[in-house]
């Protein structure tokens, strides 16, 4: 049986693509072969030796200790784009939260008491302290042109809305997704300049980390509106503060509360909701389940955020997957393990990304744990799995 170790709540259909017969999967489970999460915080968990492959049923993989992971070999799958349509409404309907002051109208609303001509009175009296302003027209900056990003963007051309865009490293694949009329920023500092809408859709790493602070802040145009629905530390909430309290940023929509901005002015914070709809919470853990069970079987990588995408159909019983360091010699010394152990090579796939690579070989009988250990011990090898096209 193969254990799935799991945290958070991963979808049942998702949890369904992993038979019984062949997966236990539980929260509590000893020896695991894979963990299966969400946004459960990984980074102070000691990951058991067992462990094989992590899936991350969404996007942002900031909670898991990647670079420790890759040099265990064990490969960390993510799901792109499984929960970007959620994210893009959540999106939209923040742009609006935001513009027509829908809570301080909402909480207004709720206050009311009476019957219906003075509840009507007090509406008509009272509505002129929520006029707000229209989407089309204005202009959305948009940082980040990924899976999210690029969504946001033309969901925003279809309102109306002037959009720019900014990403230094946008792919082949989103930019024919974008649409024509998504104009390209300079810079983000150009980005944020001219904005009356700024969305954050860049992951947080140490690049991203605070990357709207206070001096990007001091050049937003007064009344900018800042949607962060990427992680809580890609801005400087100090700044964000200040810049509310000094009616810079006019709101600041966000899908992460922090103790520092509860109760603000101009706040809208979201108890994380970006991808919390009953298809996006399929999506990603149909994709992660399909991915983590190729994985486990035929040692197939797709999606992962570590380690190169290797496929190889599998056509033969006998398997072996190997995560090794990026350097000379590597394929020569498992093919020689395997070689002088009297075992043939029946097809054999390498591929590398940066640091690290990663090879599947398909031979003409079992390796013998001897063997496995034999390769195991090669310096530079991190990681070696038997892949039985049918486990016991
Ligand atoms: N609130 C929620 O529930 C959700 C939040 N997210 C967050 O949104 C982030 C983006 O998600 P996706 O669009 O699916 O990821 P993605 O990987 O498709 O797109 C991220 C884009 O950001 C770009 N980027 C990276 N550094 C940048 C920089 N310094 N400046 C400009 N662009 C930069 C990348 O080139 C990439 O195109 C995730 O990393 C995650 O943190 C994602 C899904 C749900
Ligand atoms: O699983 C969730 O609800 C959070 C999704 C998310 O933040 C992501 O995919 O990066």
């Not at 994210?87 to 301080?104: D, F, Q, S, W, Y």
């Not at 302003?133 to 940082?143: I, P, Q, R, Y």
């Not at 992962?304 to 033969?316: G, I, K, L, Q, W």
Request: glycine share 8%; charged share 20%; net charge negative.
């Amino acid at each position: 049986m193969y254990k799935v170790l799991t945290y958070d709540n991963i979808a049942v259909t998702g949890l369904e693509r992993l038979p019984r017969d062949r997966y236990e999967v539980a929260s509590e489970i000893q020896h695991p072969d894979a963990i299966l999460l969400r946004s459960f915080d990984l980074k102070g968990v000691t990951i058991p030796d067992s462990v094989r492959c992590i899936g991350r049923a969404g996007a942002g993989v900031n909670n898991i200790p990647v670079a420790d992971c890759s040099r265990r070999g064990i490969p960390v799958f993510n799901t792109p784009g499984a929960n970007a349509n959620a994210v893009k409404e959540i999106v939209v309907a923040g742009m609006l939260l935001a513009a027509r002051h829908i809570c301080e109208a909402w909480d207004f609303t709720r206050s009311l008491a009476g019957d219906d001509a003075a509840l009507a009175q007090a509406v008509e009296r009272n509505k002129k302290n929520f006029v707000g302003t229209e989407l089309a027209g204005k202009t959305l900056g948009v940082l980040g042109l990924g899976a999210v990003g690029v969504g946001v963007a033309n969901a925003a051309v279809s309102l109306g809305m002037n959009v720019t865009g900014f990403d230094p490293a946008l792919t082949v694949e989103r930019a024919w997704q974008l649409s024509a009329a998504v104009s390209r920023a300079g810079s983000t500092d150009d980005l944020i300049a001219h904005a009356d809408f700024i969305s954050l859709h860049v992951p947080l790493n140490g690049e991203t980390r605070n990357m709207i602070d206070a001096g990007r802040l001091g050049s937003v145009k007064k009344g900018a509106v800042l949607l962060n629905f990427s992680r809580a530390g890609i801005v400087d909430e100090v700044a964000v503060r200040a810049a509310l309290e000094h009616d810079r940023l006019s709101a600041y929509v966000s899908d992460f509360p922090t103790a520092r901005l509860m109760g603000v002015k101009g706040t809208i914070l979201l108890p994380h909701l970006g991808a919390s709809t009953v298809e996006a919470e399929d999506n990603c853990a149909v994709m992660i389940a399909d991915q983590i069970r190729d994985f486990l079987e035929n040692g197939n990588i797709r999606n992962s955020v570590n380690y190169p995408t290797v496929e190889m159909p599998r056509c033969h019983p006998h398997r072996i997957g190997v995560a090794n360091e990026n350097i000379p010699n590597m394929v020569s010394q498992i093919s020689a393990a395997l070689g002088e152990a009297g075992l043939n090579i029946l097809e054999l796939l390498n591929k590398s990304r940066g640091e690290y690579a990663y090879t599947l070989i398909d031979l003409d009988t079992e390796v013998p744990p001897a063997v496995l250990d034999r390769i195991a011990n090669i310096r530079g090898v991190l990681s070696v799995h038997p892949l039985l096209a049918h486990r016991p």
